[in-house]
C-alpha cells in the first residue's frame, strides 16, 4: 500500500514511517527540511521535500496514495492558532479531495470536541470538521492526551529548583501519552483499514495526578523532595513565553491548564476510553527515557 506520512521524522512521523516501510509498505515522508532526505530513504521511505502549504507540491506527493497520516505541525510564535491550523488543513483537504484518497489518519488531540476552552486542543476542533466533510475518505481522528515528551521541557526546572507545576493542584488528573503509542495506533489502523466513515480513537497511555507524575519522576531521578507548584495563570504565562512561546499560545496552555482543574476536558474521553489505545506506562518512561535526559544536563 502507498502510504505518505506528513511530519518529517518527528516523536510519531519518524517512528510511524519506519514501522510501515518494515512491514513492506511504499512509504514517502513528507519534509521541508532537504536534510532529512538522506536518514528518510535510510529507513526505506522515500522523502518528499517541500511546503505543506504548497498546493502543487502537495498534489504531486499525495498523487497515487491509498492512505495518509496528517499532522499540522505547531506553531508557537503564532498570534492565531486557529487560523494557522486551518490554513494548513485547509490545503490537506482540497488536495485529497483531488486525488482521491481513500483513507486518513489524523492527528488530533483530547478536547477537540469543542471550539472553545480546552487552549490548543479547541483548534482541532475545526480540523476535524474540515477533514469530516471529505465525501468519499475514510478518516480516523487520533486524539492524544497530553505527550510524556513534554517533561522534557521541565527538566531543567527539575534540576535547578526542585518542582515542577501548572496552574492546577496537585491532585486534578492527567491524561497523558507517549508519542509512540500514537504512531503504534497509526501502524494498526493502516494494517487493518479497520475504521470507516468518520470515527475518532482516543490514544491514552496512562492517568496519574501531579502528586503522582512528581513521585513517579522523583523515583526515577532520585530526587524525593521533587515536589509540585500550583501557578497562577500569569505566572505560567510568562513561564511559557520565556520557553519562546508566543502570548497568544501560553494563554492557550493556561486556558488548557484551567479546564484540566475543572476537569471539563477529558468528559468524551471518559465516555469512549474502553476503544483508548495505549501501552507504555509514564513509570517506564520516566525511568528508561527521561532519567537518562535529566542526567545529560
Do not use: C
Amino acid at each position: 500500500m502507498k502510504i505518505i506520512v506528513t511530519g518529517s521524522l518527528g516523536n510519531i512521523s519518524g517512528r510511524l514511517a519506519e514501522q510501515l516501510a518494515q512491514k513492506g509498505h511504499d512509504v514517502t515522508v513528507i519534509s521541508h527540511n532537504q536534510d532529512k532526505k538522506a536518514a528518510i530513504e535510510a529507513i526505506g521511505a522515500k522523502p518528499a521535500i517541500g511546503s505543506l502549504s504548497d498546493y502543487e507540491f502537495l498534489l504531486g506527493a499525495f498523487q497515487g496514495a491509498d492512505a495518509i497520516y496528517l499532522m499540522t505541525p505547531p506553531n508557537y510564535q503564532t498570534d492565531n492558532l486557529k487560523e494557522a491550523m486551518i490554513a494548513i488543513v485547509e490545503n490537506y483537504a482540497k488536495v485529497i479531495e483531488a486525488v482521491k484518497v481513500k483513507y486518513i489518519v489524523n492527528l488530533s488531540g483530547i478536547g477537540a470536541q469543542s471550539p472553545q476552552g480546552y487552549g490548543p486542543s479547541s483548534a482541532f476542533y475545526y480540523t476535524e470538521a474540515m477533514l469530516n466533510e471529505l465525501p468519499e475518505t475514510n478518516v480516523l481522528h487520533l486524539r492524544p492526551g497530553m505527550f510524556y515528551s513534554n517533561y522534557y521541557g521541565s527538566a531543567a526546572m527539575i534540576k535547578h529548583m526542585g518542582f515542577i507545576g501548572n496552574n492546577f493542584e496537585s491532585d486534578k488528573v492527567i491524561v497523558m501519552t507517549h508519542p509512540h503509542d500514537i504512531a503504534d495506533a497509526a501502524v494498526e489502523a493502516f494494517e487493518t483499514l479497520s475504521f470507516s466513515g468518520k470515527q475518532i480513537r482516543y490514544v491514552a497511555s496512562d492517568e496519574l495526578t501531579g502528586a503522582q507524575i512528581v513521585d513517579t519522576i522523583g523515583s526515577a531521578i532520585s530526587k524525593p523532595d521533587l515536589h509540585w507548584v500550583v501557578f497562577s495563570d500569569e505566572e505560567l504565562i510568562q513561564g511559557i513565553m520565556r520557553n519562546g512561546f508566543s502570548h497568544h499560545m501560553a494563554s492557550n496552555f493556561a486556558e488548557m491548564g484551567t479546564a484540566i482543574k475543572e476537569g471539563k476536558i477529558w468528559e468524551q474521553y471518559l465516555e469512549n476510553k474502553g476503544n483508548a489505545y495505549g501501552k507504555i506506562k509514564f513509570a517506564d518512561f520516566a525511568k528508561t527515557e527521561l532519567a537518562p535526559f535529566y542526567k545529560t544536563l
